[in-house]
Each structure stands twice: as structure tokens, then as C-alpha cells.
């Protein structure tokens, strides 16, 4: 009786646990910060944002991340500058290796759906989470 109990809690534990790879699928996308939980636990929440990170996947294992200013028109204002990164799967977590011409860091992707994205930066220990950027609509 004890064996099958254990048989069920630890199927039921497996069936659970999420495959990262399931993440990959919704990264891309416009996403604005909501929060952010610093490494000593404050919380700084964001009610309004000025720029917006657009996420591409531009192939299986490799994107980039960009900052956009959106505008009353419904576009967006950008530099030519973006931060590169490269996925990897390891240790059942999906990681961003980010490199720019001034840094290299790495993030792990602890959830990703439709409408939200949270990821922590594997430096500083802060986790960052966004929401699904919608634009402002004045009418």
C-alpha cells in the first residue's frame, strides 16, 4: 500500500515538472517590466514604462533583445544597438547567454506563457518580471 501511494505522489511530482523547452515558444514578443524582486527580497513595481524589450528568435538557438520607445502613434522609436544571446538547455532550465561588445551575463528563464515572462539574472540575482506589452489606445 505504502509502495503504491509513493508510486502515485512521485508520478503525479514527474507529470508536474515543466520541460523548459516549453518556454522557448513564448519568449519572443514585445514585453514591458511589471516587477522586479531584488537579491535581498524589496520589490520594485513598475506602473508605467517608457521603453519596451522586444525579444526575436532569430533561429533555433540564438536571438536578440532590443529596447523600443513606443510613440502616441502607435510605433517605435530605437537605436541600431541590441544585446545578442545565445540558448541553452542545461540542467533542466532554459538560460539566455547574453553578449554585447561590453558584457557577457547569463539569465534563466523561470517561466514563460502568453502573457508573462519572468527571468533572473544569474549575476546580480535579481528576477525580473514582465508582462505582455499592450499599446496605449487613446480612443
Known amino acids: ?3 503504491g501511494l509513493l508510486i502515485i505522489v512521485l508520478s503525479v511530482c514527474w507529470s508536474c515538472s515543466t520541460n523548459p523547452e516549453t518556454f522557448i515558444p513564448h519568449i519572443e514578443g514585445y514585453w514591458e ?3 522586479v ?3 535581498d527580497g524589496n520589490k520594485r513595481s513598475y506602473g508605467y514604462n517608457n521603453t519596451v524589450d522586444y525579444i526575436e528568435i532569430t533561429d533555433s538557438l ?3 533583445r532590443k529596447k523600443l520607445k513606443p510613440n502616441l502613434y502607435g510605433q517605435f522609436e530605437t537605436s541600431n ?3 545578442s544571446f545565445q540558448i541553452k538547455i542545461e540542467n533542466d532550465s532554459l538560460n539566455l547567454y547574453y553578449q554585447t561588445p561590453f558584457s557577457t551575463w547569463k539569465e534563466t528563464v523561470l517561466d514563460a506563457s502568453a502573457e508573462h ?3 533572473i539574472n544569474n549575476t ?3 528576477v525580473y518580471l514582465y508582462k505582455r506589452y499592450e499599446p496605449l489606445n487613446l480612443e
Open 1 to 3: 500500500m505504502k509502495k
Open 33 to 35: 517590466i511589471e516587477e
Open 37 to 39: 524582486t531584488l537579491h
Open 62 to 64: 540564438n536571438g536578440f
Open 81 to 83: 544597438s541590441s544585446e
Open 117 to 119: 515572462l519572468r527571468v
Open 124 to 126: 546580480n540575482k535579481d
